[in-house]
DNA sequence: ATTAGATTTAGAATTGTTCCAAATTCTTTA
DNA sequence: TAAAGAATTTGGAACAATTCTAAATCTAAT
């Protein structure tokens, strides 16, 4: 662990969820300022490869990091853009008998208008 | 409905199933060889925009189009990238059901071993 | 203290996609 | 059916997110 992987870890886990890298950088700048991009980057992939932190695959925009590792989907307002995390249960035992095998993972995001954009 | 427009079309449903932008992008060429890699962007959008065929975004790579239209998710093989239509029941309800209100749409893409990668 | 291996850095490179402005081609409608 | 306006095409530039590269630096275990 190397001083730069504690800070990113730090800000991840004391800052808001589901920050993207650029964020994740910009906040280690304010207590490192020397940090590098790639160093982000590399340890991102680090710290979601050995189960530190969760890694959400956006399609469109960047991807963003999550300290919650308990499997757990997201839905996404389509006005603000504001990420909630959510627990619909039965979903993995759906898709197991769909595919009729073993789901090594999946990615779920729901597109929604959340309650604070929601005009009626 | 121009030359190329008609063109796109043909190829995404004429050729196999979830082809990508460059994918289309060559099938077209062979038939047209002055056609744009833009004209393809474009059309694309128009003919997802307009509900000819639906464009399916991939986090990890390019995005894909589908010309089946009709509700469903995929099912991506970790080995070989083989992308399955499936149809799991009961999906939108539980969504639904999780976040309290109407979801607009969904992406859900689950991970597995296919069958033809299966070794056991 | 030495050294192999891991990590950091800055910047270049890559990928997938969108944007742009000019040229062309469709579509009205007079 | 010709002129005007709208939409589309084209090639290339621009862009955003991410990965790669190579050299410098750090870390950890002898």
Known sequence: MTAQRKLILKVIN?????????QI???AKAEMPGIAMATVYNNLKYLSDNDYIRKIGVSDGADFYDRNIIPHDHAICDKCGGI???NPGGIREALEKSIGSKVTHYDLNVHYI???CRTW
């Open 14 to 22: 004391d800052t808001c969820e589901h920050m993207n890298a650029e």
């Open 25 to 27: 950088y910009m906040a």
């Open 114 to 116: 959340c309650p604070g």
């Open 84 to 86: 909630a995390d959510i």
